[in-house]
């Protein structure tokens, strides 16, 4: 009978003490504390950075445009970098970046529209990572209902960074959205534009709401995508065109090869998602714009091809082009670091002085903080979360239109409906 090495012994432990300190850590990233810790620091400094973007607004932006974008670009990143850090660093997710060189590499030298579809939680989320990598996170845009500028943190500072914001409703966004898009367009620094121009997020009774219209009307049935709504994206491709602007791009996230289930409480649980991305340049020379039917087809013909796209991807788990992953940039997580250390010194002296107090009164106010805290970020995963997705498309108008038009089950086909998809 053969006795070990001590060579071998000496692996045997090593390995398992690495085992129990990923187990250890696997359980650090789902303790529901860890998560509230988070929570507070996003929330404390994003109101401190709404503050500073405030005073810049009132005090530099009436002498220099220029010089308040600059300013806040750097305000918006300290707010955003943490989600894309809790990502990259805390959850391990990655990105994998398919397309041509030229078309990547054009990106960056003008603004763009990219059309981008709309079934997972965190498809905003790897839009952010992607936009990190390519160093224009603080300028991607998009699209938001009114009633979202109204929110602390989020809703402020896009507000204060000239996003988008929507009534939802034609008449009223046809006579403002076009100096929104010029403000835009005015930037130095190049901007991404994001549109999902389905209208809301991809589930099953929405798309078979989407597959009912679709048979009425004679228009294309997708099997991975809602029908677009054409409003908008004939609206804004038509604005980029005049201004001059060069492309849009086709973006396609997808999740074949995913070790975890693409949410949001994965990567707050520190379980890594894998995502595919695809980019195509589309020059908007290709796109009609002369006619709203024109347009509104070449948007049609848009979708079958991306849901041609993913069909072949779902099948052999590749989009078209050369596949690279981006290096993972360390500023994010530096951005992390910085306010989680701010913040975690008058957290540990508000956990001593709970302990030591021997008041009821103190710990039952420390608790029903950290409950609060715990309820705001319920409430936050759940905006992405596709269960508690809006009902924005999947209800129609009893009303009719102003020349007697009929609701729709897609959304976009009426007077009454909005003008493009904003985020909810």
């Not at 960056?108 to 990598?133: G, S, T």
């Amino acid at each position: 009978m053969s006795s070990s090495s001590p060579t071998d012994t000496s692996e045997r432990k090593e390995k398992e003490q690495s085992t129990m300190l990923q187990r250890l850590w696997a359980t650090v990233k789902t303790n529901l504390l860890c998560h509230t810790f988070f929570t507070l620091v996003f929330l404390s400094s994003g109101l401190v950075l709404n503050a500073f973007q405030l005073v810049v607004y009132c005090l530099v932006r009436p002498i220099s445009r220029h010089w308040y974008r600059r300013i806040n670009y750097y305000l918006i990143y300290a707010s955003w970098a943490q989600v894309v850090a809790m990502a990259q660093w805390w959850s391990g997710s990655r990105i994998r970046v398919w397309g041509t060189d030229e078309d990547l590499d054009a990106l960056l030298k003008d603004h763009h529209m990219c059309v981008m579809n709309h079934c997972y939680e965190v498809d905003w989320l790897v839009c952010w990572m992607i936009c990190d990598q390519f160093n224009m996170l603080a300028n991607a845009k998009t699209f938001a209902k009114k009633s979202l500028m109204y929110v602390p943190v989020i809703g402020w500072n896009w507000a204060l960074s000239e996003h988008i914001f929507l009534e939802r409703s034609w008449e009223k966004d046809s006579q403002t959205i076009g100096g929104k898009l010029d403000k835009l367009l005015d930037y130095k620094d190049k901007i991404l534009l994001l549109m999902f121009s389905e209208g809301t997020r991809f589930n099953k009774a929405k798309h078979e709401l989407s597959l009912e219209f679709a048979a009425k009307k004679n228009l294309p049935k997708l099997k991975h995508h809602l029908l677009p709504r054409p409003k908008g994206f004939v609206y804004c491709t038509r604005h980029f065109k005049e201004r001059g602007c060069s492309a849009l791009y086709d973006v396609q996230v997808g999740f074949r090869h995913s070790p975890n289930p693409p949410t949001i409480k994965s990567v707050l649980n520190g379980r890594p998602f894998l995502a595919d991305l695809l980019f195509r340049r589309v020059p908007l020379d290709n796109v009609p714009t002369e006619s709203d039917e024109e347009c509104t087809k070449f948007l049609y013909d848009l979708y079958v091809e991306k849901d041609n796209e993913m069909d072949e991807y779902l099948k052999t788990g590749k989009f078209p082009g050369t596949v690279r992953e981006l290096p993972v940039r360390i500023w994010p997580l530096l951005v992390l670091c910085f306010w989680s250390l701010l913040a975690a010194v008058p957290c540990l002296y508000a956990f001593y002085a709970v302990l030591t107090s021997g008041s009821t009164t103190t710990v039952v106010a420390f608790s029903t903080f950290i409950a609060l805290l715990l309820s705001i970020l319920h409430w936050m995963v759940g905006l992405s979360e596709i269960k508690k997705s809006s009902t924005y498309g999947t209800t129609k108008r009893v009303t009719p239109g102003p020349d007697g038009e009929k609701p729709s089950a897609n959304g976009d086909y009426s007077r009454k409906e909005p003008l493009i998809r904003s985020s909810s």
